[in-house]
């Protein structure tokens, strides 16, 4: 059966390239009219060159963006580990040496309370920074033994490497020849260690200053979080002992209830009658906390200051 359809000529095809590339009728050689609103040779390949120009700073673009995107992402990143090591350092400090000098009050002295909450505040920033450093050193070390390995395996076990980008991909249930695509680009990419270490480990980059940061930021929030219950007893007198420790009660008080709340909404959001009910929660936990461990500080305290009185 013949075919009632004529086939393209090469004419065809080229003027509908044409048309598509430049938005003009392709021109016609036996129409003047035609050829006079035609685009010349020249404005043609100016016009593809100029497409191709533009492809390529859209591509660069492109890239600089992903780029740009990548170094927020890195610094946003460290502020949010940042705020993290805060959070680990008042937490802490706006308990422990609130109930400590919460139950040193049953003594009666004021000096006492400041000597030792001073002292516990020294020993615990310490304490704490040294703590904070140590585990970002470890963390570090856990990631250049792991980057070690990675290189040494693609290096040395191409096998090795592409059975590890399809252990990446497995979970998705991808078609199998997406999956050999994908895995036979990424073995010959120069970013492979890369891939591996983000998408198989799920081990960040880790920052050259992370162990000293850590450390500073920790240490800092201990010490600052614990000074705030300490500031009343500097101004009363040696035996108003009580006085101050009511005021320092409502300044943990305060103090517990706006690190809860902030604390809660930082994770979940600030607007939204929901995160502030979750923020209202967290304030109340973080009260209630701080609460027993004065009150259980403050009885053994007493009980043990009877005991040696006996």
């Known amino acids: 059966m013949p075919n009632s359809f004529p086939l393209p000529t090469l004419?065809?095809?080229?003027?509908s390239h044409f048309e598509l590339q430049t938005g003009v009728p392709y021109p016609e050689p036996d129409n003047q009219g035609y050829n006079e609103k035609a685009v010349p040779k020249e404005d043609y390949t100016s016009t593809r060159s100029s497409t191709d120009v533009e492809s390529q700073a859209s591509s660069t673009d492109a890239s600089t963006l992903l780029e740009e995107e990548r170094e927020q992402k890195r610094g946003s990143r460290v502020s949010a580990r940042m705020i993290s090591d805060a959070i680990i350092g008042l937490s802490d400090g706006l308990t422990v040496p609130f109930a400590l000098t919460a139950g040193l009050s049953a003594l009666g002295n004021t000096k006492v309370v400041i000597f030792a909450g001073l002292a516990e505040l020294t020993a615990g920033a310490i304490s704490m920074g040294l703590g904070g450093y140590l585990g970002a050193k470890s963390e570090?070390?856990?990631y250049q033994a792991t980057l070690a390995e990675t290189n040494n395996l693609v290096s040395t076990s191409s096998a090795s490497a592409a059975e590890s980008i399809k252990a990446v991909f497995s979970p998705y249930d991808l078609p199998q020849n997406l999956t050999e695509d994908l895995t036979f680009h990424l073995a010959k990419s120069p970013h492979l260690v890369q891939f591996l270490m983000h998408f198989e480990h799920a081990l960040p980059e880790q920052e050259p200053s992370r162990a000293i940061t850590c450390a500073l930021t920790i240490a800092l929030g201990y010490f600052l979080g614990g000074?705030?219950?300490?500031?009343?007893?500097?101004?009363?007198?040696?035996?108003?002992?009580m006085h101050a420790l009511w005021w320092s009660l409502g300044v943990m008080a305060v103090s517990l209830f706006a690190f809860g709340y902030g604390k809660t909404c930082f994770v979940a959001g600030w607007r939204g009658s929901k995160n502030v009910w979750d923020g209202t929660k967290?304030?109340?936990?973080?009260?209630?906390?701080?609460g027993v461990a004065a009150g259980c500080a403050m009885a053994l305290v007493r009980v043990f200051n009877e005991l040696s009185g006996q």
């Open 282 to 290: 967290g304030a109340l936990q973080m009260v209630v906390v701080g």
């Open 140 to 142: 570090e070390e856990s």
């Open 227 to 241: 000074f705030l219950p300490l500031l009343p007893y500097f101004f009363v007198g040696r035996e108003e002992v």
């Open 11 to 15: 004419r065809d095809l080229e003027s």
